[in-house]
């Protein structure tokens, strides 16, 4: 069964611009976790979608945002990036959360 | 108080030998707990799950769960250089004001096996 796979791998953009971060999850996995990675505080939960509706969000602004279709691939919006947002950006999909969330590679996020 | 704690290292053990890794979690209600390993530049691999008291081994790994001490630990037997990596403890927990369950990480312990 394949793995979770995430699109871009890398990305380097400038202050002010916005980027969209795609994710496809384990066949048959309904719930998609994002979370963001830094150095300095760790894996920090951005929000979770499951069957196209937001479930769980975690304490990020208003300028982060996701969504998820019907396939349940989703993907993660950041507008107006700022240079605190450069950081390794992990999707995780799981089919029911209590029996643990698999991660995709993430994506490299620099923001200039 | 941060809601799951680890020590963040570094850890180092010789090869060959018991590595134990300690977490500690403030949720008492917590159900499920995880076992992560991430190496350097890569993504958390899911390594083990425990629900219930007691512990839980697989292969060179065995989890250890306290609900009443609210601790989990990780024991890996027979430590290899290639067990070298970041170990991630996670913990489900109630999210308020949602009141679904989230997924909590610790900021992880870096193990290093000295050959």
């Known amino acids: 069964k394949a793995g979770v796979t995430q699109t871009p791998r890398y990305l380097i953009k400038t202050r002010g611009q916005q980027v969209t971060l795609s994710c496809s999850p384990i066949?048959?996995?309904?719930?998609v976790s994002w979370y963001q990675q830094t150095p300095g505080q760790g894996l920090q939960f951005l929000f979770e979608?499951?069957?196209?509706?937001?479930?769980n969000k975690g304490n990020f602004p208003g300028r982060f945002s996701g969504r998820q279709f019907s396939n349940s691939r989703s993907e993660m919006n950041v507008s107006t990036l700022e240079l605190g947002d450069s950081a390794l950006y992990l999707c995780a999909s799981s089919w029911a959360g209590k029996k643990g969330q698999y991660f995709g590679p993430g994506t490299r996020l620099t923001v200039l | 108080q941060k809601e799951v704690e680890q020590n963040s290292g570094p850890l180092s053990v010789p090869e060959g030998a018991i590595a134990s890794l300690n977490c500690t979690y403030s949720?008492?209600?917590?159900?499920?707990f995880f076992w992560y390993r991430q190496y350097s530049g890569k993504s958390p691999e899911l390594i083990m799950f425990?629900?219930?008291?007691g512990d839980k081994e697989d292969g060179r790994f065995t989890a250890q769960l306290n609900k009443a001490s609210q601790y989990v630990s990780l024991l890996i037997r027979d430590s290899q250089p290639s067990d070298s990596a970041t170990y991630l403890c996670?913990?489900?927990?109630?999210?308020?004001?949602?009141?679904?369950?989230?997924?909590?990480f610790g900021t992880g312990t870096r193990l290093t096996i000295i050959p």
């Open positions: 979608y499951f069957s196209e509706t937001q479930r």
């Open positions: 996670a913990v489900y927990g109630l999210q308020p004001p949602f009141g679904n369950e989230k997924l909590t």
């Open positions: 949720d008492r209600g917590s159900q499920s």
């Open positions: 425990i629900y219930s008291n």
């Open positions: 066949s048959g996995h309904r719930s």
